[in-house]
Nanobody, 114 residues
Framework: QLQASGGGLVQAGGSLRLSCAASGRTFSSFAMGWFRQAPGKQREWIAR?????????NYANSVKGRFTISRDNAKNTVYLQMNSLKPEDTGVYYC????????WGRGTQVTVSS
């Protein structure tokens, strides 16, 4: 199971830190990703972090340089630090396993006002 939290309403230029707690798997063995779904659009991938000790994070061009993904394997949690937020970052944010994804859990709403 996956449960994202930490969303909210923020002005453009602001920051938010999202968390996503995972259960039911050996969390540290799996690469994790953050995804988002903007109103009226399909869900898109935005960030990926490898399993414990495996490679550098990857980001979609739309968030590169502004968002940072990290993980705490002891807490089975993946984070997304979002800085310099823009109105186009508005959407529902989800996490999931990159390979062998599980059913989408409850996302967290991020709304960025201009």
């Amino acid at each position: 199971q996956l449960q994202a939290s930490g969303g909210g309403l923020v002005q453009a230029g602001g920051s938010l830190r999202l968390s996503c707690a995972a259960s039911g798997r050996t969390f540290s063995s799996f690469a994790m990703g953050w995804f988002r779904q903007a109103p009226g659009k399909q869900r898109e991938w935005i960030a990926r972090i490898g399993s414990a000790g495996a490679g550098s994070p990857n980001y979609a061009n739309s968030v590169k340089g502004r968002f940072t993904i990290s993980r705490d394997n002891a807490k089975n949690t993946v984070y997304l630090q979002m800085n310099s937020l823009k109105p186009e970052d508005t959407g529902v944010y989800y996490c999931n396993f990159i390979s062998s994804p599980v059913p989408w859990g409850r996302g967290t709403q991020v709304t960025v006002s201009s």
